[in-house]
């Protein structure tokens, strides 16, 4: 069996795919790629779970699909982030970043405590 | 929460569903092929890649139904579940329609019985704000509550507190002409607030008036709804038509509603006020009325009692001769009238439950069988990414299923026993007891049914859900059998079988006292021969026709008339029949013994000269009545042995006297003999002391009679009536039943037959179920140890001592069963001690008889599978794994 991967907290799995459309739109294997080199291979989920959740975006409306060609020549599903989107991930950083710092100052706490 | 177009985009997935379960798994090929495709060309051989890009994809299916989940209704998913399930319960069709027909059993009987205890306990009565009335009534020492005297009454209405209202009535009976025809109905005598009191308004006419019910007050008459329909068509001009009744004119004022129904005189039609003082309203000592009355605000009906029992003080001290001793009887009026029939419908719904139980029990356990073959079924599930969730929710879609085909059947089943049970209870029963009316498929008893569905249902689906919940998955897939686990479920299995025993011994317990108890109130010593004796009541209703020496004529005429009627062996005229009722007492006081006011109550009875060797009554000692023991003659009385010794202990009573409390001379009479106990009030009443006068003494217009046939009395009946009405216009004939029908159809042996055939019916399916329960768990413990069982023979164990084992296993389950039941029976049966006659809650002979039956019914289900284990092929059995 492989090593146990750090599991990801819930609800972020949106906000990486969201990040990672900000630049270009990709497909759903480019994303795990572009997630997995960005975070330095910490963050290998099941890639499979980015389905269910890219389901999810589209169906907000946060993000958009189109059928394209691959540079090799492969039909392959493009995700493209749309406004509605971009706005999401104002939010979802912005709720994010309040999520760790809070876990920030109850460690401190904890540790100044102990 | 979601976004805009989030709905709308939902939908339009709803509709390409293929097309968006395509594209979903192309890019996941598309994906786990890049995957793959970075790994080789990291070095890795392609086959290895592959594998190793799959496990880092995660698993397909899964990925799959959770993308679908995503997009999918929730709706959809149930659907899922529930072609599932149908299609499960398709593929094992005996399944299925055993446990259908279990749950709709059990469901259906309780929801049928429900259906009564809503009618008769949750229901409200029919009147305004029903709660605040009460039943009003005196009482005495013997008697909790007996009938109030005219000149109480109207004393109690004036002096209470505590009464907004008091009403009285009585029953009473005309002769209706219409037309040609002169036919006797029931009618009851009422006060002027009667209808008031009780918050029931006319839907036609009006309503008595204040002061309409005094004394030489006009003739008036309010009808029944019933009545009005039947007798005079409905007709909406009715009001102020004038009806002949006992050949006097009565004006029509006024048409009860068709909802109206008042228990204590349910089959009267016509209703009229009390008018002129019959003779017994004349004197104060004279009880023949009845009270309802409605609480002032505020008002408790203890404090009522605590008011009324103050002013019965009070008339004692101002009528010592007629009042000592009377008390007042305040209760709620729904406690009156249902009172009695509580402990019935309670048994019967608590047997009714039991029932219900022992089919859920049952159907469990098939339900536990089932999951223990269906293992590996649900592993294989699980491995290919049901979640846990998934997986319990579909056993609930199963029970679901299962629960609502059982509600289904169950309703359908109630209608009919519904109806059933209602066409059971004779038309004299049914009139005291009009919430039989409201017996049907309400909203009650439909949320009723639903909510023991769903219970049954929770039930059913968390014993596989539990019992799969513990184990682990993989374990399952690999081998299945021969666990710890298992062993802990068979247990299981087991200790369900013995609830089902326990149950049905506490059933069976139950029915075989109540069915005893039935058999002792039929066979009670009656004191004379109740086969072949043809009774009807009489009436002379032409006032002009009823003094004393008219009536003795009357009575001479009937005599040679219905005596010349071929097959007729003997006649009798009387008062009362017997097994009638308590009713129509006197106070006795006997000359030369100490008396302090005290009530010496006894029946009175008049009877005719040839009324007792008819019956078949035994004379002890004395002389019967003849012919010339008239008003010319000095008094003379024949009594019973209870009175005998009661009131001459050690004596000879023939040739003492009997006079009343205040030893009036005209009252005196002198015993002439006695006569062995004919019972006279109803089959559970022990025999009360009983003073029998002879009819000619003092003749009166209402009467029966009595006829003893040489063949069938049932077919007597119509000619008897036929004859009768041929005497005279005037005379009433009503009333005509035999002896035996009228046993049988007694409330109190009615409602003695109902529990016992009811509680026997439940009892024998609670039989039936709870040894194929045992069976199936004998059965399947045999089938799940054949390999044990070959390994033991393969050891060297007999055929004979494999058998034992397996009759030991359900021989221990049966014998703890039954030990448990008989003790819980004990309890149960003292809990329904007002219901069993002649008969104690320990009845030795009954918990006996149930215990052995169980058990010989037990060995046969057991010796099924023990025969199956013995001859268990050894080689087979071991290479079967």
Redesign the interface.
């Known amino acids: 069996m492989m090593a146990e991967k750090p599991e990801l907290m819930p609800g972020t799995l949106d906000l990486l795919i969201l990040r990672t459309l900000k630049r270009a739109p990709l497909h759903g294997y480019g994303i795990a790629q572009s997630i997995r080199r960005m975070s330095d291979d910490v963050l290998t989920v099941e890639e499979g779970s980015l389905y269910p959740a890219l389901q999810r975006l589209l169906l907000q409306g946060w993000v958009k699909a189109e059928w394209k060609i691959t540079d090799t020549n492969r039909r392959a599903r493009f995700y493209t982030m749309t406004a509605a989107g971009r706005k999401q991930l104002g939010v979802e950083v912005s709720k994010f970043e309040q999520m760790v710092e809070a876990i920030g100052r109850v460690l401190r706490d904890a540790e100044e405590a102990g | 929460m ?5 709905g709308l ?2 939908l339009k ?1 709803l509709f390409g569903r293929e097309k968006f379960s395509g ?2 798994d ?3 090929a ?2 786990r092929e ?2 793959a495709k ?1 790994l080789e060309d990291k070095g890795m051989r392609p086959e290895e890649a592959r594998m190793a890009a799959m ?6 299916t ?3 139904e ?2 679908h ?3 999918g209704f929730r709706a959809e998913t149930v659907a899922q579940d529930l072609r599932y399930a149908m299609r499960q319960l398709r593929k094992n069709p005996g399944f299925a329609i055993t446990a259908t027909l279990m749950l709709a059993l059990g469901i259906g009987a309780s929801t049928a019985i429900f259906g009564f205890v809503d009618a008769a306990l949750i229901q409200p009565l029919p009147y305004t704000q029903q709660s605040r009335l009460v039943d009003v009534d005196e009482s005495a020492a013997v008697f909790p509550r007996t009938n109030i005297s005219r000149a109480d009454y109207e004393d109690w209405k004036k002096m209470n507190a505590t009464l907004q209202s008091l009403d009285v009535y009585n029953g009473s009976g005309f002769l209706l002409r219409q037309g040609s025809v002169s036919e006797p109905v029931q009618a009851a005598r009422v006060s002027d607030g009667f209808f008031h009191t009780l918050g029931v308004q006319p839907i036609l006419g009006r309503d008595f008036r204040p002061g309409e019910d005094k004394t030489g007050g006009a003739k008036i008459v309010i009808l029944s709804y019933g009545t009005w329909i039947a007798r005079f068509g409905g007709r909406r001009d009715i009001i102020g038509d004038k009806v002949s009744l006992n050949g006097d004119p009565f004006t029509i004022v006024g048409v009860l509603p068709r909802n109206f129904a008042f228990a204590p005189r349910g089959g009267s039609e016509l209703w009229v006020p009390l008018l002129d003082k019959n003779p017994c309203e004349q004197r104060r000592s004279c009880h023949d009325l009845d009270g309802v009355a409605r609480l002032r605000d505020g008002v408790s009906v203890s404090q009522a009692r605590a008011d009324l029992q103050k002013i019965a003080g009070q008339l004692a001290i101002q009528y010592p001769d007629s009042n000592t001793g009377q008390g007042a009887s305040v209760q709620p009026l729904s406690e009156f009238i249902v009172g009695k029939v509580r402990p019935i419908l309670l048994t019967l719904l608590a047997g009714a439950g039991l029932l219900l139980l022992i089919a859920c029990v049952n159907v469990s356990s098939l339900l536990l069988v089932r999951s223990e073959s269906r293992r590996r079924e649900i592993a294989v599930r699980g491995a290919l990414g049901a979640t846990p969730a998934r997986l319990m929710r579909q056993f609930v879609t199963e029970a679901l299923l299962l629960a609502t085909a059982g509600w289904g059947g169950g309703i359908v089943a109630a209608a009919g026993m519904m109806s059933l049970l209602r066409s059971m209870f004779p038309k004299n029963v049914a009139q005291g007891a009009p919430f039989l009316d409201n017996v049907r498929l309400n909203a009650h008893v439909l949320i009723f049914g639903g909510t023991v569905a769903v219970l049954a249902m929770l039930l059913m689906a968390l014993t596989p859900a539990l019992r799969l919940a513990i184990r682990d998955i993989h374990g399952a897939l690999s081998e299945g059998g021969r666990t710890a686990a298992g062993r802990f479920w068979r247990r299981l299995g087991a200790n369900l079988v013995v609830v089902e025993l326990v149950i049905a011994v506490v059933l069976l317990a139950g029915a075989g006292l109540l069915g005893k108890s039935l058999y002792r109130l039929l066979h009670v010593d009656l004191g004379f021969e109740p086969s072949h004796l043809a009774t009807v009541q009489l009436m002379m209703t032409d006032p002009t026709q009823q003094k004393p020496e008219q009536l003795r004529e009357l009575y001479r005429k009937i005599d040679a008339r219905v005596a010349a009627l071929p097959g007729v062996e003997g006649l009798g005229i009387t008062s009362d029949l017997p097994v009638q009722c308590y009713c129509d007492t006197d106070w006795i006081r006997i000359p030369g013994k100490p008396f302090h006011g005290e009530h010496n109550d006894v029946m009175e009875r008049d009877t005719s000269a040839g009324y007792f060797r008819m019956l078949g009554a035994q004379l002890i000692e004395g002389r019967m009545f003849t012919e010339a023991d008239d008003s010319t003659h000095p008094n003379v009385t024949i009594i019973n042995q209870t009175m005998a010794r009661k009131y001459f202990p050690g004596e000879d009573p023939v040739g003492k006297t009997i006079g009343d409390t205040k030893l009036s001379p005209k009252s005196m009479r002198q015993v002439v003999g006695v006569v062995a106990d004919i019972r006279e009030a109803a089959l559970d009443n022990d025999p009360a002391p009983t003073e029998y006068f002879s009819m000619n003494y003092g003749p009166d217009a209402f009467f029966a009679m009595a006829v003893r046939t040489r063949g069938d009395d049932k077919v007597f009946l119509p000619e008897l009536v036929k004859t009768l009405r041929t005497i005279s216009p005037a005379l009433g004939v009503y009333g005509e039943v035999t002896m035996e029908q009228q046993i049988a159809g007694s409330p109190t042996a009615v409602m003695h037959q109902l529990s016992a055939y009811l509680v026997g019916g439940f009892a024998v399916l609670a039989l039936v179920l709870g040894v194929v329960g045992l069976y199936g768990v004998v059965a399947y413990s045999v089938s799940q140890r054949t390999r044990e069982i070959g390994v033991r023979m393969a050891l060297g164990a007999q055929r004979s001592a494999v058998h034992r084992m397996v009759l030991k296993e359900a021989g221990m389950l049966t014998v703890i069963g039954i030990a448990v039941g008989l003790a819980l029976s004990i309890v149960a049966s003292a809990a329904m001690k007002s219901l069993l006659f002649g008969v104690r809650a320990w009845d030795w002979s009954t918990l006996a008889g149930v215990g052995s039956l169980l058990g010989i019914f037990a060995l046969l289900a057991s010796f099924i599978p023990a025969r199956r284990a013995s001859r268990v092929n050894p080689v087979e059995a071991l290479r079967a794994e």
């Not at chain 2, 979601?2 to 989030?6: D, K, L, S, T």
């Not at chain 2, 496990?55 to 397909?60: D, E, S, V």
């Open positions: 979601n976004g805009p177009g989030y985009r939902k997935l594209e979903l192309e890019e996941m598309f994906h890049q995957m970075e496990r880092q994809f995660g698993n397909t899964r990925m799959r959770r993308s989940e995503v997009v």
